[in-house]
């Protein structure tokens, strides 16, 4: 099914970074954009809003609906997802992206930033998955897109951050599952996750600037999500697909493009070898 026209996509975490962006992306060729996030208003430190980021949706030539949500709220997960439904006729496409990170030792993290890094990436992926995928059912070629990075039991990528690994392979397993469970409704479930690290607010307040120069725009991760929603969703699920490698196999060479600096060798991000 070629095109986003009329489709209908639910994002969380969509108020900046990647899920704003994909909004974007998807919004110019006239899909609907359930814009959700816990940022309604202005952030003393981040740049953003649901009403923002809806704004820009409608000006790029989609149709939007913002929503405040905290994806660790399972009755709000509920009334927005049916509000979106309700507003827009469906939901075609989840696109789970809201996460919270702190990548600290095991002594160092406190139980409460442990509570909401597993509430919100792997309870929050959970819940919203669950919720949407009586909707998504009804529909043809429905995608759930986690934002989480291929599985690896590699102990170097729990050693100084266990915590926080834990939370993001929870993500990784729902698609790993959840591929398998729903395959023969044609719901596909697959995870995107960046060859480089992205400029968003998650980087530049947990890496050193250095890193946050050498990243890619978010717009990387809104391109190679457009295109896996092209793809058949009876076909393509249970990926662990890798930003570049998607670009690629649509014919893209130039990467250049998507560099904050130019000229300038990439940081390969987390999780990837």
């Given at each position: ?38 940022t309604a ?127 993001k392979y ?65 076909s393509a ?37």
């Open positions: 099914m070629a095109g986003m026209q009329g489709r209908t996509v639910f994002i969380t975490g969509a108020s900046r970074g990647i899920g704003r962006a994909i909004a974007l992306r998807c919004a110019r060729d006239g899909a609907n954009i359930v814009v959700t996030a816990k208003t202005p952030h003393p430190k981040l740049p953003g809003t649901i009403h923002d980021v809806a704004k820009e949706v409608e000006a790029a030539g989609g149709k939007a609906l913002a929503i405040q949500l905290d994806v660790r709220d399972e009755v709000a997960i509920a009334a927005a997802v049916q509000q979106a439904a309700d507003h827009f006729g469906g939901i075609d496409i989840l696109v789970n992206n809201a996460s919270a990170i702190q990548m600290t030792g095991t002594l160092e993290t406190p139980a409460k930033r442990f509570d909401l890094m597993f509430g919100v990436n792997v309870r929050g992926t959970f819940l919203c998955s669950q919720t949407c995928i009586p909707f998504l059912a009804k529909g043809s070629n429905s995608h759930i897109l986690n934002l989480a990075p291929p599985l690896s039991m590699k102990p170097h990528w729990f050693q100084n951050h266990v915590a926080y690994t834990m939370a929870g993500m990784s397993m729902c698609t790993l599952g959840m591929a398998e469970e729903f395959r023969k409704q044609g719901i596909a479930v697959n995870s995107l996750w960046p060859r480089t690290t992205i400029a968003t607010a998650a980087i530049a307040v947990n890496f050193p600037e250095a890193i946050l120069k050498a990243s890619r725009k978010p717009d990387i991760m809104a391109d190679a999500a457009y295109a896996v929603f092209q793809r058949d969703s009876r699920t249970g990926n662990f697909y890798v930003d570049e490698a998607v670009l690629r196999e649509e014919g893209v060479s130039d990467f250049d493009v998507y560099a904050v600096t130019p000229g300038v060798k990439p940081y390969t991000d987390l999780f990837l070898d």
